[in-house]
C-alpha cells in the first residue's frame, strides 16, 4: 500500500471508520466541526451535489478539547444526534457521510489545524486500503455550502490534471442578512486576498495561491509526501498549501465556488473571522494593504536572483547592496547573505538554483518581508488603491 510508511511513523493513528471503503470511493471530503450550528446546510449542499462516477465519503469529524466547557460538548453531542437523524431520513446512493465524535484533543494543541490534520488522516487511510494514491482528499469547514456541480469539477480537474499535486477552489463569502459594515468589511477582506494573490503573481514569485482552508483538495500521495496537514492552531491552510507547492504544482479550480461564512470568530488568532471582528468593533486595518512598491522590490530581486549564482565574497556583497534598500535591509536583517551563498554551492546548475531560490524567498520569507518593511520603509495604501494600480499595470503588459 502507497501509504504505509506514513502510517508506520504515528504510533498514534486510530481510525475512526470501521466500515469497509467502497472499492469505487475516488473522492473523501473532510470537514472539521465545533460548535456549528449550520452544519445540516453544508450537508444538504453536497447532498444536492451533481453525483461523479463513483463514491464520494464525508468525514465529518466533531472535535473539542479536552479542557471544553460543558456547553461545548452539549453542543457538539447535539450535533452529532441532529446529523445522524438526518440520515436516517436522507439515504444517499453516492454519498457516504460519517458523523465521527465527539473526539477530543488534548488541550495543547486542539484547533482547526489537528482537526483538520485528523479527518485528512482518515482519508489518506481509506485510499491506502484502497491503493490509491490519486484519490481526492477534499478539504471543506463546517459553515461553509458548495455549488451544486462541486464535485463533478473537481473530479473532472484532477482527472484532466493529471500532474497537479493538488488545487485552490473558487471561493466567495456569504453576507445574506448581514449588516452593511459587516458585508463591507468582507468584500475588503476578499478585495485584499485577491491583491495579495495578484501582487507575488506581479513580483514573480511562482507559487502565488488563495489559501482558505474550506477551499482547497489534494491527492492522497501529494498529502502523504508534503508529511500532512499541520496540526497548527491558525494558518494551517496557509501553511500547508505553500509546502505542497514542493510537492508538485497547486492549480486553481474556477469552473465552480465554495461559499464560506463571513462570521465573526474568536476561535483562532488570525484569518477571516478574528479580521473580521476587529473590523465590527470599529478597526479600519481592512482599509489598507502592503505597498505595491513593496512587491516592485522583491520583483527585482526575483528577476535578479540568476546573478546570485556562485556569486562570493565582495561580488555577492556588491549584489546585495544593489537591490532596493528595504529588500537589502531584511537580507541583512535576516543574515541571508550566507543562506544564498551557501544555496549557489549546493546547486549543480543556475537553473536549479532559480528555482530553489524560492524555497529560501518562500511565502513565509516573503509576508515576514512584508511585515519587516511596513511602516519601516513603505506605508500602506488603501486596498481600492492598490488593486487599481495593479490593474494598470497588468493591463500595460
Wanted: proline share 4%.
Amino acid at each position: 500500500m502507497f501509504a504505509n510508511s506514513y502510517f508506520s511513523k504515528s504510533n498514534s493513528f486510530r481510525a475512526y471508520v470501521t466500515e469497509p471503503v467502497d472499492c469505487s470511493t475516488g473522492m473523501i471530503v473532510v470537514i472539521p466541526c465545533l460548535m456549528e450550528p449550520d452544519i445540516l446546510e453544508t450537508l444538504r449542499s453536497l447532498q444536492e451535489c451533481q453525483p461523479v462516477e463513483g463514491i464520494t465519503e464525508v468525514m465529518l469529524l466533531v472535535n473539542e478539547s479536552e479542557s471544553c466547557s460543558t456547553e461545548v460538548s452539549d453542543f457538539n453531542l447535539q450535533t452529532l444526534s441532529s446529523v445522524k437523524g438526518w440520515l436516517e431520513q436522507n439515504r444517499m446512493n453516492k454519498l457516504r457521510i460519517f458523523p465521527i465524535g465527539p473526539v477530543r484533543f488534548p488541550a495543547k494543541w486542539a484547533g482547526v489545524g489537528l482537526a483538520r490534520k485528523a479527518g485528512m488522516d482518515e482519508a489518506l487511510y481509506r485510499f491506502n486500503q484502497l491503493n490509491n494514491p490519486d484519490g481526492i482528499i477534499v478539504s471543506l469547514d463546517a459553515d461553509t455550502v458548495v455549488e451544486s456541480n462541486y464535485l463533478v469539477a473537481l473530479e473532472a480537474y484532477f482527472n484532466t490534471h493529471p500532474e497537479d499535486a493538488g488545487a485552490t477552489i473558487r471561493f466567495s463569502h456569504r453576507t445574506e442578512g448581514m449588516p452593511d459594515r459587516q458585508v463591507k468589511g468582507i468584500r475588503l477582506y476578499e478585495q485584499y486576498m485577491y491583491y495579495y494573490k495578484h501582487a507575488l503573481d506581479y513580483a514573480g514569485y511562482p507559487h502565488a495561491l488563495y489559501t482558505i482552508g474550506s477551499a482547497f483538495a489534494v491527492r492522497a500521495a501529494a498529502y502523504m509526501k508534503r508529511g500532512g496537514m499541520t496540526r497548527r492552531k491558525a494558518g494551517e491552510d496557509f501553511y500547508f498549501l505553500q509546502t505542497l507547492t514542493q510537492s508538485g504544482h497547486v492549480g486553481e479550480i474556477e469552473s465552480t465556488c465554495v461559499y464560506p461564512s463571513a462570521r465573526v470568530s474568536q476561535r483562532v488568532p488570525f484569518g477571516t473571522g478574528p479580521a473580521m471582528k476587529k473590523w465590527m468593533e470599529g478597526s479600519d486595518e481592512l482599509e489598507v494593504t502592503f505597498n505595491l512598491q513593496a512587491f516592485t522590490d522583491l520583483k527585482f530581486l526575483f528577476s535578479e536572483r540568476e546573478l546570485f549564482y556562485r556569486s562570493m565574497g565582495e561580488n555577492l556583497s556588491g549584489l546585495v547592496k544593489s537591490l532596493p534598500e528595504p529588500v537589502c535591509a531584511f537580507i541583512s536583517e535576516e543574515g541571508l547573505t550566507e543562506d544564498i551563498l551557501q544555496l549557489s554551492m549546493n546547486c549543480g546548475r543556475a537553473e536549479i538554483f532559480n528555482t530553489r531560490f524560492f524555497q529560501l524567498f518562500n511565502a513565509f520569507r516573503i509576508l515576514k518581508f512584508l511585515n519587516f518593511s511596513h511602516p519601516r520603509f513603505y506605508d500602506k495604501v488603501a486596498v481600492k488603491r492598490c488593486l487599481d494600480e495593479l490593474d494598470k499595470i497588468e493591463k500595460g503588459r
